[in-house]
């Protein structure tokens, strides 16, 4: 539980950046959960009540609801704050191209976490280059102490010009810890007040044309505000004959290493803490001032791209930077100490490999995919986002695009096949609550409306279990921790059209095998349609769960590594040619009493 | 404030996720900002928590980022003995390196046995740092550490943590 702070704090970058929301006099936050994002919004939570705020804060069922629930306030006069991953920003993508024309009132923060590695999602896109193009500017800090400074100055810019300011940091900012002085907080005395403005707040194609002009005017303004022009480490220095142009947590290790090594007199240092939109002045100027220049940025080449005369400009997109993956000190140092003509000593090499990872121990997910592979075996297994894209493990994945593409492709998998007169193979979709009600419910109704038969499986764990087990729509439970009418799953697939519903333990796995089956010849038969199994079962992390049963191996056990291989629980464990549970990891959830072809798992 | 002096160290600590990595990497941070200070550490979340391998950084002193760069970190602390190898690249060539692990060697201790007997494996972490903790090389005392987990601690698992970085600390000295 995060506490009121004092003078200064050790906070992680998403709590300096829910501390920074807080005292800039927000009373709007909303946030759909996605890792490095997450913590962003459940700090605000605790924060507010910590510091005894009035503020409505939610977990919104998708980043674009997120968007616009927030955007609104800000149209009223209000602050707000909307977080989300950077993937998550293309889900909300619509909503900002538009109100970067519409502009804001109040002053409008919107956070996306950039993932470069990436360690946890499908693409190390680069939300700046977003921001460029949606025409929106962008701030870029270098660790969780600026995150926070940074929060004032974007409100005030946002209010200033009435424009959605991006803060973007990324893994190394929103997961770093660092000591951090809190600021002065600012009591919200405002009250909503929507003024009507129907060329601007429903502007059509005509005013959308003016709108237009505007924010390039408030563009140019924007790029020549004085705080935030990029600026020498040391001032004077530029009667060197060499620059390192870098921004975000790449300027923090090359700060670093040339701390370190005494060579800040050598080479200057230019930091950019806005890449976008910066003056023309600089992007003209800066190539003339140094014979060479290195651009170092995560993760793609927004400022390197945006400098005029690139022919004594090194950085991702010349190559002399590799031009993807995480920049880290190992990445930095050789190419800084060849841009420098230094030698420097060869870094010791990582080893490769590591543990994998994979589903915890009594997930109801291994559960229901063990059942998947073991009644459909010759399936096309269309997978989506969540703790259960590790399915791949227990190859019971094919597919993983996004969130809520399993539906989709399950039925453009249909179609293909139908359409091209392809011998017909089972298609199985399995989808999370929390992603189901994220973007698979409008897939759904596609899917039933043009025609698609398949099977969907939705794992029902009654939580976002990913990213920290916040709660979903159909928990009943909201981000403060107040109920809801939690959204029926059941009634919704109605709604949409589907006949076929069943519901299910996870941990049945007979159960399963056997709807699984009944489900496939429905979806063949005259009348079928798209089958919809419920794998329902909570969660085990974050429920009050019991062990209830002993599972043991018996002395049958012919170390055939069959439940090793096909269900890979990390209790279950082979050593000396024979199989044995570890009891500390072990749930007893039983289900691998299932699994052992020789039945030597036993319940005690 | 303690009365320990200012320092600069760089540590590593890895292990598997649900290990309390984390809860170290925390505990570390607030360690050295009780003595006033400067630290910046790193973290790992999301999908690698799901039981694979899991490393923190820990920097103190004068630095802005979070990341060690390799061969600069002072001392490893492995929750997880298996997770070793992964980390030696960032080690000094004369780093301290103290590991849960049933074979005795130097620095070594069984940590997992011993929070198992003192009543879950759940502390295994605090074994180790307690264990640590008892090194004349290590930043902090074990009087200044049990200060910070007396801090930090939830009031439900306080007892519990105390007993096991307790029981590290005298093994190592016994």
């Known amino acids: 539980m995060l506490q009121k702070i004092k003078k200064e704090a050790i906070l992680m970058g998403n709590e300096a950046i829910a501390l920074g929301i807080i005292e800039n006099g927000c009373n709007m936050a909303s946030s759909y959960p996605g890792t490095p994002a997450s913590e962003i919004l459940s700090s605000i ?32 006069g209000c602050r707000s704050a909307v ?39 499908q693409t190390e896109q680069d939300s700046r280059f977003i921001a460029m193009l949606a025409k929106i500017p962008v701030l870029d800090p270098c660790s969780p102490r600026e995150a926070h400074d940074f929060i004032a100055t974007a409100y005030e810019l946002s209010e200033k010009y009435e424009i959605p300011v991006l803060l973007r940091p990324t893994t190394r900012v929103c997961h770093a810890r660092q000591n951090v002085a809190s600021g002065k907080l600012l009591k919200n005395k405002r009250k909503a007040m929507f003024s009507k403005d129907p060329a601007r707040w429903a502007a059509t194609p005509k005013f959308r044309l003016t709108l237009h002009k505007d924010l390039n005017k408030k563009l140019s303004l ?100 590799p031009n993807a993956g995480e920049i880290t000190p190992d990445i930095i140092y050789p190419v800084v100490n060849k841009f420098l003509n230094i030698h420097g000593k060869p870094l010791k090499q990582a080893k490769a490999g590591g543990q994998r990872p994979s589903l915890c121990a009594g997930c109801p997910h291994r559960a229901t995919y063990f059942s998947i592979k073991k009644a459909l075996p010759k399936a096309i297994y269309a997978g989506d986002i969540g703790c259960y894209t590790l399915g791949i493990n227990l190859g019971a994945v094919d597919t993983c695009l996004c969130m809520g593409a399993s539906i989709n492709q399950a039925a453009g998998f249909f179609h293909s096949f139908k359409s091209t007169g392809s011998e017909a193979k089972p298609i199985v979709a399995s989808i999370g609550d929390s992603t189901f009600i994220h973007s698979g419910i409008t897939a759904l109704i596609n899917a039933v409306y043009n025609g698609a038969r398949f099977i969907l499986v939705i794992l029902d764990n009654s939580t976002t279990a990913m990213t920290g087990n916040q709660p979903t729509a159909a928990t009943g439970v909201r981000a403060d921790g107040t109920s809801s009418s939690g959204l029926q799953l059941d009634k919704l697939l109605e709604g949409c059209g589907v006949t076929y519903i069943k519901t299910i333990d996870s941990y049945d796995v007979q159960g399963i095998t056997s709807t699984l089956k009944d489900a496939d010849t429905y979806t063949r038969s005259q009348n079928g349609g798209i089958a919809v199994i419920i794998s329902k079962h909570p969660c085990l992390i974050g429920s009050k769960h019991k062990k209830t049963i002993t599972v043991t191996v018996g002395e049958n056990c012919t170390g055939c590594r069959y439940c090793i291989t096909n269900f890979e629980c990390p209790a279950l464990v082979h050593e000396n040619k024979k199989v044995f549970i570890n009891p500390v990891l072990c749930s007893g959830c039983g289900v691998c009493v299932h699994v052992c072809p020789v039945h030597a798992i036993k319940v005690q | 404030m303690s009365t320990q002096k200012q ?23 607030e360690s050295a900002i009780m003595i006033g200070s400067k630290v910046i550490s790193s973290e790992t979340h999301g999908m690698a928590m799901r039981g694979g391998s899991v490393a923190s950084s820990v920097r103190i002193g004068n630095y802005e980022s979070p990341l060690i760069p390799s061969g600069e970190a002072d001392i490893l602390i492995a929750v997880n003995e298996h997770e070793v190898p992964f980390n030696m690249h960032l080690m000094k060539k004369d780093a301290l390196v103290f590991v849960n692990s049933s074979i005795r060697r130097h620095n070594a201790i ?40 007396q801090k930090i601690s939830p009031s439900k698992a306080l007892e519990l943590n105390l007993r096991a970085l307790t029981e590290g600390y005298n093994l190592a000295t016994a």
């Not at chain 1, 503020?55 to 800000?74: I, P, T």
């Not at chain 1, 920003?89 to 109100?99: E, T």
């Not at chain 1, 790029?223 to 142009?245: M, V």
């Not at chain 1, 701390?259 to 100027?285: G, I, N, R």
């Open chain 1, 45 to 76: 939570a605790h924060y507010r009540d910590a510091y005894g705020l009035k503020m409505h804060v939610e977990w919104s069922v998708n980043e674009k609801a997120a968007f616009e629930v927030a955007l609104a306030n800000s149209y009223s």
């Open chain 1, 83 to 121: 977080s989300m991953k950077q993937v998550g920003l293309n889900v909300a993508l619509d909503s900002l191209m538009s109100s970067a024309y519409t502009g804001v009132v109040g002053g409008f923060l919107l956070v996306s976490a950039d993932d470069p590695g990436p360690h946890s999602s």
């Open chain 1, 222 to 321: 924007i790029a020549s505000e004085k705080k935030l022009q990029p600026f020498f480490y040391k001032s004077g220095t530029s009667n060197q004959n060499n620059c390192i142009i870098a921004s975000g947590v790449a300027y923090s290790y090359v700060l670093d290493f040339l701390t370190e090594h005494h060579l800040l007199d050598k080479v200057a240092l230019c930091k950019v803490p806005m890449p976008y939109p910066l003056p023309d002045s600089f992007l003209k100027s800066i190539t003339t001032k140094f014979h060479k220049i290195l651009v170092i940025e995560e993760t793609y080449p927004v400022i390197e791209l945006q400098i005029h005369d690139r022919r004594n400009v090194t950085g991702r997109l010349s190559g002399h930077v």
């Open chain 2, 7 to 29: 320092i600069d160290t760089q540590i590593v600590i890895c292990g598997r996720g649900g290990q309390g990595v984390l809860f170290l990497t925390r505990l570390l941070d």
């Open chain 2, 110 to 149: 069984h940590a997992e046995k011993i929070a198992r007997l003192l009543g879950s494996p759940m502390v295994t972490n605090l074994v180790l740092l307690g264990f640590a903790s008892a090194h004349a090389g290590f930043p902090f005392q074990y009087a200044h550490i049990n200060k910070v987990l």
